[in-house]
């Protein structure tokens, strides 16, 4: 897995809730529908009432214009008594929704003459008074809680006498037409839910399915394009045309995955190449360089030795010591020189008894020297009580680690930087801690750690901690790095001696 796909993180999906896409897209509908279908309804019974009062007006007219014909020709001069018989003839021959009342002009005054219906008590409109001067019907429309369309006819011929006012009721119209107006929305509502109920089914079958098919696959596309699983190309074609694109692009994905790890596998491969080719030219430059110094060393040796048993004989003990610490480290060196030269290598640990405090000691003395140029102090923890605990390693090489070690913490302290060294056994093993308080390792020069030929120095070859590594796994031990809150801390775990 690439590290871009190992550190990506899925983003928390929203909450989807209860509405989702093909429910809402159902009630949009619905609500749509419930709009549209009442409305077009509404809209229609309007007109169609409308229409019927139209057709209303003109039968109302026709009736009116009979009626008063009628009247005109049994009554010419608008005897009261005729008019009376005439209606009272006519209202058994019609419904009840129609009455009649006949007008007689009495000095300039329209006066009720005759009714159809005795309850019938109605004054003279100025409808009646237009229909009169002008000689025409006039019809007009009377709303309010009794709405009833009402017809003005002159009477008596070219010299009409009197009006015959005629009002038809519409009560029964409205009643048909609110109960008309009740069933067709009750049969828009309806409607509107079968509507909803199929857009709902459809879109979840053509909509939602294909959505959720594809979501998933998405979202398993978190941990990396190669371990995704396709989109199944289910729905419409215009979904399964994206699904059918989303694996393309995870096809793409997978294969440019590849390629980059197989090109980071090469530059690995080429990058290990260039350390070994690195690591052979310093091997046949050390095997020429501890041909050269070999004569050399042998000759200071002896020339320390002298200066020690005459420094020894002079009373001067502290620089016979000094010398002594020389001559050990000559002599640990030319081990490495006559291993190299022999066997090409480090030399065979010896597999003998080290008490790791008294060599840690010892290692501190003989970098004094380095340590007053550097202006930097070292201290060694007490031993721990108890018994001292004993090593089972090589000395000469546990005395490289830590040179390695002392000596890199020199290097990257400040003057007045300190470098703190402990001692001790833990879960079965021995150790060496060796801590500084300097600025520590930055975080680039942490994921290259004990690789050959990589420093965080200005000067160096990157060789020290591969090669101390190297040394504590061959006496069967460990170098680790520690985290620590300030400076770098570093342990050499041993085992035991038995």
Excluded: C
Excluded at 1 to 14: D, G, H, I, L
Excluded at 144 to 151: D, F, H, K, S, T
Excluded at 281 to 305: C, D, K, V, W
Excluded at 342 to 368: T, Y
């Amino acid at each position: 897995m690439t590290p871009s796909a190992r550190n990506s993180t899925p983003r928390p999906e929203p909450p989807v809730g209860p509405l989702t896409l093909p429910r809402r897209l159902a009630w949009l509908t619905a609500v749509l529908a419930v709009l549209l279908v009442a409305g077009s309804t509404e809209l229609g019974l309007a007109l169609s009432e409308r229409a019927r009062l139209e057709d209303l007006k003109v039968e109302s007219v026709d009736l009116a214009t009979t009626l008063a014909a009628y009247l005109t020709r049994i009554a010419p001069t608008g005897e009261p008594s005729a008019l009376l018989v005439g209606l009272g003839g006519w209202s058994r021959r019609h419904i009840t929704e129609t009455t009649a009342i006949a007008f007689v002009l009495v000095e300039d005054q329209l006066l009720p003459a005759a009714a159809s219906d005795t309850s019938v008590d109605i004054d003279p409109s100025e409808f009646d008074r237009r229909a009169l001067t002008e000689g025409a019907p006039i019809a007009w429309f009377r709303d309010g809680p009794l709405p009833a369309q009402e017809v003005a006819v002159p009477l008596g011929g070219r010299e009409p006498y009197g009006v015959l006012h005629v009002t038809v009721s519409t009560g029964r119209l409205n009643e048909w037409a609110h109960e008309e107006r009740q069933r067709a929305l009750l049969l828009a509502l309806g409607a509107a839910l079968l509507v909803a109920a199929g857009v709902a089914l459809l879109t979840t079958r053509w909509v939602g399915r294909p959505l959720h098919s594809l979501t998933r696959a998405m979202a398993g596309a978190h941990g990396g394009a190669e371990g995704s699983p396709e989109a199944p190309e289910v729905g419409p074609p215009e979904f399964r045309l994206l699904a059918r694109h989303y694996n393309d692009l995870r096809d793409a994905l997978v294969l440019r995955q590849r390629e980059s790890e197989a090109r980071a596998a090469l530059l690995s491969l080429e990058d290990r190449a260039r350390n070994y080719d690195r690591l052979a030219q310093a091997e046949e430059i050390a095997a020429a360089f501890a041909h050269e110094i070999g004569t050399p060393l042998n000759t200071m040796s002896g020339h320390l030795q002298l200066l020690r048993e005459d420094l020894r004989r002079g009373g001067d003990h502290h620089g016979a010591d000094r010398i002594g610490l020389l001559l050990a480290q000559i002599d640990r060196v030319t081990k490495i020189v006559r291993g190299r030269l022999e066997g090409g290598g480090w030399p065979a640990p010896e597999g003998e008894r080290v008490d790791l405090h008294q060599l840690a000691q010892r290692m501190l003395r003989f970098l004094e020297p380095s340590l007053q140029a550097a202006g930097v102090q070292a201290s060694l923890a007490p031993r721990p009580a108890g018994p001292t605990p004993l090593s089972r390693s090589d000395n000469d090489l546990v005395e490289q680690i830590l040179l390695n070690l002392l000596k890199n913490a020199i290097e990257a302290l400040p003057r007045g930087g300190h470098i703190g060294v402990t001692t001790g056994a833990r879960d079965g093993r021995a150790f060496v801690e060796v801590a500084d308080d300097g600025p520590g390792l930055p975080p680039e020069a942490r994921s290259h750690l004990f690789q050959p030929f990589v420093t965080s120095k200005a000067q160096g070859t990157g060789l020290g901690l591969a090669v101390s590594r190297r040394l504590a796994r061959a006496l069967g031990g460990e170098l680790s790095y520690l985290p620590s809150e300030r400076g770098t801390r570093w342990q050499l775990t041993l085992p035991l001696s038995e």
